[in-house]
Protein backbone atom coordinates (compact mmCIF):
# COMPACT_ATOMS: atom_id res chain seq x y z
CA UNK A 1 0.00 0.00 0.00
CA UNK A 2 0.92 3.67 -0.70
CA UNK A 3 1.95 5.75 1.58
CA UNK A 4 2.44 9.59 2.43
CA UNK A 5 4.04 11.84 4.76
CA UNK A 6 2.67 11.66 8.62
CA UNK A 7 0.07 14.28 8.99
CA UNK A 8 1.47 17.84 8.87
CA UNK A 9 0.20 20.33 11.76
CA UNK A 10 -2.07 23.21 10.36
CA UNK A 11 -2.58 26.32 12.36
CA UNK A 12 -1.06 25.05 15.66
CA UNK A 13 -4.01 21.94 15.59
CA UNK A 14 -2.77 18.34 14.64
CA UNK A 15 -4.13 17.42 11.15
CA UNK A 16 -5.77 14.64 12.49
CA UNK A 17 -8.16 16.92 14.68
CA UNK A 18 -9.60 18.38 11.57
CA UNK A 19 -12.98 17.61 10.86
CA UNK A 20 -13.41 15.93 7.32
CA UNK A 21 -16.87 16.21 5.06
CA UNK A 22 -17.03 13.03 2.44
CA UNK A 23 -20.07 13.87 -0.34
CA UNK A 24 -20.89 10.43 -1.77
CA UNK A 25 -18.66 8.78 0.68
CA UNK A 26 -19.82 5.53 0.68
CA UNK A 27 -18.79 4.64 -2.77
CA UNK A 28 -15.87 2.86 -3.64
CA UNK A 29 -13.14 5.72 -3.45
CA UNK A 30 -15.16 6.92 -0.15
CA UNK A 31 -14.85 3.43 1.80
CA UNK A 32 -11.33 3.42 1.05
CA UNK A 33 -10.35 6.70 1.88
CA UNK A 34 -12.62 6.05 4.96
CA UNK A 35 -10.52 2.99 5.76
CA UNK A 36 -7.08 4.74 5.24
CA UNK A 37 -8.18 7.98 7.17
CA UNK A 38 -8.62 6.08 10.29
CA UNK A 39 -5.46 3.84 9.83
CA UNK A 40 -3.46 7.41 10.04
CA UNK A 41 -5.50 8.73 13.05
CA UNK A 42 -8.12 10.51 11.70
CA UNK A 43 -11.63 10.09 13.84
CA UNK A 44 -14.00 13.27 12.89
CA UNK A 45 -14.82 12.28 9.56
CA UNK A 46 -18.69 12.61 8.23
CA UNK A 47 -19.88 10.59 5.16
CA UNK A 48 -23.09 12.21 3.51
CA UNK A 49 -24.63 10.00 1.09
CA UNK A 50 -28.38 8.98 -0.04
CA UNK A 51 -27.25 5.06 -0.34
CA UNK A 52 -28.85 3.61 2.07
CA UNK A 53 -27.47 -0.60 1.65
CA UNK A 54 -23.68 1.41 1.32
CA UNK A 55 -24.15 3.84 4.49
CA UNK A 56 -25.17 0.58 5.94
CA UNK A 57 -22.27 -1.04 5.04
CA UNK A 58 -19.62 1.71 6.13
CA UNK A 59 -21.58 1.49 9.66
CA UNK A 60 -20.69 -1.58 10.03
CA UNK A 61 -17.00 -1.55 9.10
CA UNK A 62 -16.22 1.62 10.38
CA UNK A 63 -18.76 2.02 13.24
CA UNK A 64 -17.19 5.25 14.97
CA UNK A 65 -17.10 7.42 11.82
CA UNK A 66 -20.49 9.70 11.19
CA UNK A 67 -22.14 8.25 8.04
CA UNK A 68 -25.38 10.13 7.62
CA UNK A 69 -27.96 9.77 4.68
CA UNK A 70 -28.61 12.96 2.62
CA UNK A 71 -30.09 13.59 -1.36
CA UNK A 72 -27.18 16.15 -2.20
CA UNK A 73 -28.90 17.10 -5.04
CA UNK A 74 -31.79 19.08 -2.42
CA UNK A 75 -31.67 21.45 0.69
CA UNK A 76 -31.30 19.36 3.77
CA UNK A 77 -30.20 18.77 7.27
CA UNK A 78 -26.85 17.71 5.43
CA UNK A 79 -25.63 21.03 5.11
CA UNK A 80 -25.57 21.63 9.11
CA UNK A 81 -22.20 19.39 8.44
CA UNK A 82 -20.24 22.02 6.80
CA UNK A 83 -20.69 24.81 9.06
CA UNK A 84 -17.72 23.64 10.73
CA UNK A 85 -15.93 21.62 8.12
CA UNK A 86 -12.30 22.14 7.20
CA UNK A 87 -12.20 19.97 4.21
CA UNK A 88 -14.48 18.89 2.01
CA UNK A 89 -13.66 15.87 -0.68
CA UNK A 90 -16.35 15.95 -3.06
CA UNK A 91 -17.09 12.39 -4.16
CA UNK A 92 -20.73 11.94 -5.43
CA UNK A 93 -21.13 10.71 -9.03
CA UNK A 94 -23.84 8.63 -10.97
CA UNK A 95 -21.66 6.04 -13.09
CA UNK A 96 -23.87 3.98 -14.41
CA UNK A 97 -27.47 3.25 -15.35
CA UNK A 98 -29.76 3.94 -18.25
CA UNK A 99 -31.64 7.44 -17.17
CA UNK A 100 -29.89 10.25 -18.24
CA UNK A 101 -31.56 12.81 -15.35
CA UNK A 102 -29.94 11.00 -12.93
CA UNK A 103 -26.92 11.28 -14.05
CA UNK A 104 -27.69 15.28 -14.09
CA UNK A 105 -29.12 15.08 -10.67
CA UNK A 106 -26.38 13.64 -8.95
CA UNK A 107 -23.47 14.79 -10.82
CA UNK A 108 -24.81 18.28 -11.54
CA UNK A 109 -27.23 19.34 -8.80
CA UNK A 110 -25.75 17.45 -6.28
CA UNK A 111 -22.49 19.38 -7.00
CA UNK A 112 -24.27 22.77 -7.44
CA UNK A 113 -25.49 22.39 -3.69
CA UNK A 114 -22.25 21.52 -2.20
CA UNK A 115 -20.38 23.94 -3.83
CA UNK A 116 -23.08 26.38 -2.51
CA UNK A 117 -23.40 25.35 1.11
CA UNK A 118 -19.41 25.21 1.42
CA UNK A 119 -19.54 29.24 0.36
CA UNK A 120 -22.21 29.67 2.80
CA UNK A 121 -20.37 28.55 5.25
CA UNK A 122 -17.51 29.43 4.56
CA UNK A 123 -15.19 26.35 4.49
CA UNK A 124 -11.80 26.84 2.92
CA UNK A 125 -10.19 23.21 1.68
CA UNK A 126 -11.74 21.36 -1.31
CA UNK A 127 -10.52 18.17 -2.84
CA UNK A 128 -12.59 17.49 -5.68
CA UNK A 129 -12.69 13.92 -7.58
CA UNK A 130 -13.73 14.46 -10.91
CA UNK A 131 -12.09 11.78 -13.96
CA UNK A 132 -10.45 10.86 -16.67
CA UNK A 133 -13.42 10.67 -18.66
CA UNK A 134 -13.50 14.64 -19.14
CA UNK A 135 -10.43 14.11 -21.61
CA UNK A 136 -12.18 10.57 -23.39
CA UNK A 137 -13.31 10.30 -26.50
CA UNK A 138 -16.27 8.97 -25.36
CA UNK A 139 -19.55 10.70 -25.23
CA UNK A 140 -22.15 9.01 -22.92
CA UNK A 141 -24.24 10.31 -20.39
CA UNK A 142 -21.18 9.98 -17.69
CA UNK A 143 -18.75 11.56 -19.52
CA UNK A 144 -21.36 14.59 -20.39
CA UNK A 145 -22.30 15.35 -17.00
CA UNK A 146 -18.85 14.46 -15.36
CA UNK A 147 -17.26 17.24 -17.83
CA UNK A 148 -19.89 19.93 -16.63
CA UNK A 149 -19.65 18.75 -13.11
CA UNK A 150 -15.84 19.71 -13.32
CA UNK A 151 -16.69 22.95 -14.62
CA UNK A 152 -19.22 23.99 -11.73
CA UNK A 153 -15.78 23.05 -9.69
CA UNK A 154 -13.71 25.40 -11.72
CA UNK A 155 -16.05 28.11 -11.99
CA UNK A 156 -16.68 28.78 -8.37
CA UNK A 157 -14.97 30.90 -6.18
CA UNK A 158 -13.12 27.75 -4.38
CA UNK A 159 -9.59 27.02 -6.00
CA UNK A 160 -9.21 23.56 -5.68
CA UNK A 161 -7.10 20.37 -6.82
CA UNK A 162 -9.01 18.35 -9.34
CA UNK A 163 -8.29 14.62 -9.60
CA UNK A 164 -9.17 12.58 -12.56
CA UNK A 165 -8.18 9.02 -12.02
CA UNK A 166 -8.69 6.50 -14.33
CA UNK A 167 -10.77 3.47 -14.02
CA UNK A 168 -10.28 2.09 -10.53
CA UNK A 169 -10.12 -0.88 -8.21
CA UNK A 170 -9.83 -2.14 -4.82
CA UNK A 171 -11.30 -3.09 -1.56
CA UNK A 172 -15.38 -2.74 -1.62
CA UNK A 173 -15.47 -2.33 -5.50
CA UNK A 174 -19.07 -3.17 -6.56
CA UNK A 175 -19.25 -2.19 -9.84
CA UNK A 176 -15.51 -2.75 -11.77
CA UNK A 177 -13.09 -5.59 -11.26
CA UNK A 178 -14.92 -6.71 -8.55
CA UNK A 179 -18.59 -7.01 -10.04
CA UNK A 180 -16.09 -8.81 -12.20
CA UNK A 181 -14.43 -11.24 -9.91
CA UNK A 182 -18.04 -11.99 -8.10
CA UNK A 183 -19.50 -12.94 -11.78
CA UNK A 184 -17.08 -15.36 -12.60
CA UNK A 185 -17.39 -17.34 -8.83
CA UNK A 186 -21.05 -17.73 -10.37
CA UNK A 187 -20.31 -18.57 -13.99
CA UNK A 188 -18.63 -21.58 -16.09
CA UNK A 189 -17.83 -19.31 -18.76
CA UNK A 190 -16.55 -15.59 -18.45
CA UNK A 191 -17.11 -13.78 -21.53
CA UNK A 192 -14.79 -11.47 -23.15
CA UNK A 193 -16.05 -9.10 -25.93
CA UNK A 194 -14.16 -9.29 -29.20
CA UNK A 195 -10.43 -9.83 -29.04
CA UNK A 196 -10.02 -8.56 -25.47
CA UNK A 197 -7.23 -6.53 -26.24
CA UNK A 198 -8.53 -2.74 -25.07
CA UNK A 199 -6.23 -1.05 -23.15
CA UNK A 200 -6.68 -0.16 -19.84
CA UNK A 201 -4.94 2.19 -17.39
CA UNK A 202 -6.50 0.91 -14.17
CA UNK A 203 -5.72 3.19 -10.94
CA UNK A 204 -5.72 1.18 -7.59
CA UNK A 205 -7.93 2.86 -5.77
CA UNK A 206 -5.21 2.74 -2.39
CA UNK A 207 -3.09 4.70 -4.28
CA UNK A 208 -5.24 7.22 -4.99
CA UNK A 209 -6.60 7.34 -1.64
CA UNK A 210 -3.43 8.04 -0.42
CA UNK A 211 -2.72 11.38 -3.18
CA UNK A 212 -6.54 12.45 -1.82
CA UNK A 213 -4.53 12.66 2.18
CA UNK A 214 -1.87 13.96 0.56
CA UNK A 215 -3.96 16.67 -1.12
CA UNK A 216 -5.76 17.09 2.69
CA UNK A 217 -2.79 17.33 4.21
CA UNK A 218 0.06 19.80 2.24
CA UNK A 219 -2.96 21.38 -0.16
CA UNK A 220 -2.18 20.98 -3.43
CA UNK A 221 -1.63 23.65 -5.97
CA UNK A 222 -4.92 24.25 -7.35
CA UNK A 223 -5.40 22.89 -10.90
CA UNK A 224 -6.50 19.51 -12.70
CA UNK A 225 -4.54 16.68 -12.03
CA UNK A 226 -4.64 14.15 -14.22
CA UNK A 227 -4.29 10.60 -12.26
CA UNK A 228 -3.54 7.65 -14.57
CA UNK A 229 -2.30 3.98 -13.64
CA UNK A 230 1.13 3.69 -14.56
CA UNK A 231 0.63 0.64 -16.12
CA UNK A 232 -1.00 0.28 -19.72
CA UNK A 233 -3.25 -3.60 -19.12
CA UNK A 234 -5.48 -5.41 -22.22
CA UNK A 235 -8.78 -5.92 -20.39
CA UNK A 236 -8.75 -9.82 -20.96
CA UNK A 237 -4.97 -9.76 -19.12
CA UNK A 238 -7.13 -7.68 -15.86
CA UNK A 239 -9.80 -11.01 -16.71
CA UNK A 240 -6.74 -13.36 -15.92
CA UNK A 241 -5.13 -11.38 -13.46
CA UNK A 242 -8.60 -11.45 -11.42
CA UNK A 243 -8.82 -15.48 -12.38
CA UNK A 244 -5.86 -16.11 -10.84
CA UNK A 245 -5.88 -13.97 -7.44
CA UNK A 246 -9.41 -15.10 -6.73
CA UNK A 247 -8.52 -18.80 -7.71
CA UNK A 248 -11.63 -18.57 -10.29
CA UNK A 249 -12.45 -21.65 -12.64
CA UNK A 250 -14.17 -20.14 -14.86
CA UNK A 251 -13.16 -20.63 -18.63
CA UNK A 252 -12.05 -16.91 -20.19
CA UNK A 253 -13.81 -17.25 -23.53
CA UNK A 254 -13.81 -14.77 -26.69
CA UNK A 255 -16.89 -13.72 -27.99
CA UNK A 256 -17.89 -11.89 -30.75
CA UNK A 257 -18.41 -8.24 -29.74
CA UNK A 258 -21.73 -7.73 -31.56
CA UNK A 259 -22.91 -10.89 -29.60
CA UNK A 260 -21.90 -9.02 -26.80
CA UNK A 261 -23.21 -6.25 -27.03
CA UNK A 262 -26.41 -7.72 -28.19
CA UNK A 263 -26.70 -9.62 -24.45
CA UNK A 264 -26.28 -6.33 -22.39
CA UNK A 265 -28.70 -4.50 -24.60
CA UNK A 266 -30.72 -6.99 -23.67
CA UNK A 267 -29.96 -7.10 -19.77
CA UNK A 268 -30.59 -3.44 -19.73
CA UNK A 269 -34.21 -3.62 -20.92
CA UNK A 270 -34.79 -5.64 -17.88
CA UNK A 271 -32.60 -3.97 -15.30
CA UNK A 272 -33.23 -0.50 -14.72
CA UNK A 273 -29.84 -0.77 -13.05
CA UNK A 274 -27.57 -2.84 -14.72
CA UNK A 275 -23.69 -3.26 -13.61
CA UNK A 276 -22.23 -3.03 -17.41
CA UNK A 277 -24.23 -1.37 -19.63
CA UNK A 278 -23.74 -0.40 -24.05
CA UNK A 279 -22.70 2.72 -23.37
CA UNK A 280 -19.53 1.68 -21.28
CA UNK A 281 -18.64 -1.50 -23.42
CA UNK A 282 -18.23 1.45 -26.34
CA UNK A 283 -16.33 3.77 -23.58
CA UNK A 284 -14.22 0.32 -23.00
CA UNK A 285 -13.47 0.10 -26.72
CA UNK A 286 -12.70 3.79 -27.29
CA UNK A 287 -9.01 2.81 -27.82
CA UNK A 288 -8.33 5.66 -24.39
CA UNK A 289 -5.02 6.73 -23.70
CA UNK A 290 -4.51 8.79 -20.92
CA UNK A 291 -1.55 11.29 -19.83
CA UNK A 292 0.39 9.24 -16.96
CA UNK A 293 2.05 11.88 -14.91
CA UNK A 294 4.58 11.69 -12.42
CA UNK A 295 1.50 11.98 -9.61
CA UNK A 296 3.49 9.52 -7.05
CA UNK A 297 6.58 12.29 -7.28
CA UNK A 298 3.92 15.12 -7.16
CA UNK A 299 1.84 14.00 -4.10
CA UNK A 300 5.07 12.64 -2.31
CA UNK A 301 3.02 8.98 -2.19
CA UNK A 302 4.52 5.57 -3.67
CA UNK A 303 2.92 3.38 -6.09
CA UNK A 304 1.86 -0.07 -5.65
CA UNK A 305 2.53 -2.55 -9.06
CA UNK A 306 -0.54 -3.71 -10.48
CA UNK A 307 -0.21 -7.01 -9.75
CA UNK A 308 0.68 -6.50 -6.01
CA UNK A 309 -3.02 -4.45 -5.72
CA UNK A 310 -4.88 -6.61 -7.38
CA UNK A 311 -3.62 -9.21 -4.95
CA UNK A 312 -4.41 -6.71 -1.68
CA UNK A 313 -7.69 -6.32 -3.46
CA UNK A 314 -8.95 -9.83 -3.66
CA UNK A 315 -6.93 -10.81 -0.19
CA UNK A 316 -7.16 -8.72 2.27
CA UNK A 317 -8.86 -10.80 5.23
CA UNK A 318 -11.61 -8.09 6.07
CA UNK A 319 -12.16 -5.48 3.23
CA UNK A 320 -12.09 -8.41 0.31
CA UNK A 321 -14.77 -9.96 2.10
CA UNK A 322 -17.12 -6.86 1.52
CA UNK A 323 -19.31 -6.24 -1.46
CA UNK A 324 -21.10 -2.96 -1.90
CA UNK A 325 -24.33 -2.78 -3.94
CA UNK A 326 -25.06 -0.83 -6.86
Known amino acids: MGGTAHPQVLNGCHAVNRKIVLPGGAGLVGQNLVARLKARGYRNVVVLDKHQANLAVLQQVQPDITAEYAD ?36 INATRLVLQSMQAHQV ?144 GRFDKNPPFTTQQLAALSAKDAFEVTDWPGIFGVTRTPFVKAIDETFNHPVYSRVALEF
Request: proline share 6%; charged share 20%.
Open 124 to 267: AQLVHISSSVVESVADDFYTQTKKAQEQLVLDSAIACPILRPTLMFGWFDRKHLGWLSRFMQKVPVFPIPGHGRYMRQPLYVGDFCQVIISCIEKPAAPGCYNISGHEEVDYIDIIRQIKRATGARALVLRIPYFLFFALLWVW
Open 72 to 107: LAEPGDWQRHLKDADVVVMLQAQIGGNDYQAFVRNN
